[in-house]
């Protein structure tokens, strides 16, 4: 026993935790902004498609949801550049990792959002002679997307800890400024404890900005 | 190749044992700890009540994984001296809990109040009204939640291999430090827990429709 709580080194190193905060937001966003054109364009797809169609989707949704997500990004980190010839960067890796990730929890976020839509709203459109891509743009999405909105704030926070898988394979996000500091410093528990600190604040503070952004698209009703 | 990967399977059955095992230690324990501390939550005093609460929202505030390395590395710090497996098990164990608490407060909060205000007028004690009339009812309400929550359990396993415990992620990842086949064994290891969870989730299904025959 006798551990003496100094968080001196802590704050010598804080740069890290603070530029790893500032990278794992960066990640998330671009993340779920890609996550979401996939899941969006898929879900639409799905709703009108075919059995093949529908089949293939489904089976990317189940395998996605199915396997973790740190077997994912190793796949495409050390897996995928032996059969194809490409190089990219571990941060790119990362976000192509992710968004397919969320591409997937997003698809069905999306479907049972479009099936929400109410019947007759989608009659009305037609009543004053949409066309079916004006239904879709002006009825369909906008609807669906106030309804979905609360999942997707959910969705994004999950995402934002999620980041923290990135740190296996070197993205210096903020779990990986925890891990470099706790190797170098052994300040163990104050490094976590700041850390810690930094993900709720965060978390918490995002929760809270989306709940707004919720309750402000609600009223537009 | 395949040959290759032939003569790995053992080794990765042995990984996947350990996944299987830590995956079930995690669910069982966290559902006796998570459904005392989700009843504390709902039943007990302010003090436990408050505690509970700070508890679940900052576990579920913070990703697994730093949760797993200040449990590993910090508790040696503070003296706990655990074996990595059973930090990893703590860990997974704490996080799980605090969904099996959210679980257990949603399900209870379902049951209209007229239900135990009924209890209470043909005489039941407490500890009856909960017995026999709030608990099996809320169970119905627990149970699909928390069995879909059964395979984030499995997938949350994967974690452990960064503590060195050789897990089928772990495993997975060893044989391809040896024969450098890295595509086809992530695939292989990708299979192997999706037909685990997948499994899963489908018998979760079915028991969600067999708990289905009461709806309000």
Same mark, same amino acid.
């Given at each position: 026993?006798?551990?003496? &709580?100094?968080?001196?080194?802590?704050?010598?190193?804080?740069?890290?935790?603070?530029?790893?905060?500032?990278?794992?937001?960066?990640?998330?966003?671009?993340?779920?902004?890609?996550?979401?054109?996939?899941?969006?364009?898929?879900?639409?797809?799905?709703?009108?498609?075919?059995?093949?169609?529908?089949?293939?989707?489904?089976?990317?949704?189940?395998?996605?949801?199915?396997?973790?997500?740190?077997?994912?990004?190793?796949?495409?980190?050390?897996?995928?550049?032996?059969?194809?010839?490409?190089?990219?960067?571990?941060?790119?890796?990362?976000?192509?990792?992710?968004?397919?990730? $969320?591409?997937?929890?997003?698809?069905?976020?999306?479907?049972?959002?479009?099936?929400?839509?109410?019947?007759?709203?989608?009659?009305?459109?037609?009543?004053?002679?949409?066309?079916?891509?004006?239904?879709?743009?002006?009825?369909?999405?906008?609807?669906? &997307?106030?309804?979905?909105?609360?999942?997707?704030?959910?969705?994004?926070? $999950?995402?934002?800890?999620?980041?923290?898988?990135? $740190?296996?394979?070197?993205?210096?996000?903020?779990?990986?400024?925890?891990?470099?500091?706790?190797?170098?410093?052994?300040?163990?528990?104050?490094?976590?404890?700041?850390?810690?600190?930094?993900?709720?604040?965060?978390?918490?503070?995002?929760?809270?900005?989306?709940?707004?952004?919720?309750?402000?698209?609600?009223?537009?009703? | 190749?395949?040959?290759?990967?032939?003569?790995?399977?053992?080794?990765?059955?042995?990984?996947?044992?350990?996944?299987?095992?830590?995956?079930?230690?995690?669910?069982?324990?966290?559902?006796?700890?998570?459904?005392?501390?989700?009843?504390?939550?709902?039943?007990?005093?302010?003090?436990?009540?408050?505690?509970? #609460?700070?508890?679940?929202?900052?576990? +579920?505030?913070?990703?697994?994984?730093?949760?797993? !390395?200040?449990?590993?590395?910090?508790?040696?710090?503070?003296?706990?001296?655990?074996?990595? !497996?059973?930090?990893?098990?703590?860990?997974?164990?704490?996080?799980?809990?605090?969904?099996?608490?959210?679980?257990?407060?949603?399900?209870?909060?379902?049951?209209?109040?007229?239900?135990?205000?009924?209890?209470?007028?043909?005489?039941?004690?407490?500890?009856? +009204?909960?017995?026999?009339?709030? !608990?099996?009812?809320?169970?119905?309400? !627990?149970?699909?939640?928390?069995?879909?929550?059964?395979?984030?359990?499995?997938?949350?396993?994967?974690?452990?291999?960064?503590?060195?415990?050789?897990?089928?992620?772990?495993?997975?990842?060893?044989?391809?430090?040896?024969?450098?086949?890295?595509?086809?064994?992530?695939?292989?290891?990708?299979?192997?827990?999706?037909?685990?969870?997948?499994?899963?989730?489908?018998?979760? #299904? #079915?028991?969600? +429709?067999?708990?289905?025959?009461? #709806?309000?």
């Amino acid at each position: 026993m006798g551990y003496t &709580l100094n968080f001196n080194l802590i704050w010598r190193h804080f740069d890290k935790l603070w530029g790893g905060l500032l990278l794992s937001l960066e990640l998330a966003v671009i993340s779920i902004a890609i996550g979401i054109v996939i899941g969006l364009v898929l879900a639409v797809w799905y709703v009108s498609a075919g059995r093949v169609v529908r089949t293939i989707i489904a089976a990317y949704v189940e395998f996605i949801r199915n396997v973790p997500l740190i077997l994912l990004v190793y796949l495409v980190f050390y897996g995928v550049p032996t059969v194809i010839d490409l190089a990219y960067s571990a941060p790119t890796s990362f976000v192509v990792t992710l968004s397919v990730y $969320s591409g997937a929890y997003l698809v069905e976020v999306f479907r049972s959002g479009l099936e929400a839509v109410p019947r007759g709203q989608l009659d009305a459109g037609k009543a004053i002679g949409l066309t079916p891509w004006q239904r879709l743009v002006h009825v369909r999405l906008p609807t669906m &997307l106030r309804i979905t909105l609360p999942a997707l704030s959910n969705t994004f926070i $999950s995402l934002f800890k999620d980041t923290s898988i990135a $740190s296996v394979i070197s993205v210096p996000e903020l779990t990986y400024g925890a891990q470099w500091i706790n190797f170098n410093t052994f300040r163990i528990v104050e490094v976590y404890l700041v850390t810690t600190a930094m993900y709720l604040v965060t978390g918490y503070a995002l929760l809270f900005a989306l709940r707004l952004v919720e309750r402000r698209f609600r009223a537009a009703r | 190749m395949l040959s290759q990967i032939l003569y790995a399977l053992p080794f990765l059955a042995e990984g996947f044992a350990v996944t299987l095992w830590v995956s079930l230690l995690v669910v069982v324990l966290s559902l006796i700890a998570g459904v005392l501390l989700g009843v504390g939550l709902v039943y007990g005093p302010a003090p436990l009540r408050w505690a509970v #609460r700070i508890f679940s929202d900052t576990i +579920r505030g913070i990703p697994i994984l730093v949760l797993m !390395f200040f449990v590993y590395y910090g508790l040696p710090a503070v003296g706990l001296h655990l074996q990595s !497996f059973w930090a990893a098990v703590l860990a997974l164990t704490l996080f799980k809990m605090a969904q099996v608490v959210e679980y257990v407060r949603g399900a209870v909060a379902s049951i209209p109040k007229g239900q135990s205000e009924a209890a209470m007028a043909i005489g039941l004690t407490f500890r009856q +009204r909960l017995t026999s009339v709030i !608990f099996p009812q809320a169970f119905r309400r !627990f149970l699909p939640p928390w069995i879909n929550g059964v395979t984030d359990a499995v997938k949350g396993s994967a974690l452990v291999s960064l503590l060195g415990i050789t897990d089928l992620m772990q495993a997975v990842n060893q044989v391809i430090g040896r024969t450098y086949e890295a595509m086809p064994l992530y695939i292989l290891g990708a299979l192997i827990y999706f037909a685990v969870n997948y499994a899963l989730s489908y018998a979760s #299904r #079915r028991l969600e +429709r067999r708990f289905a025959f009461i #709806r309000d």
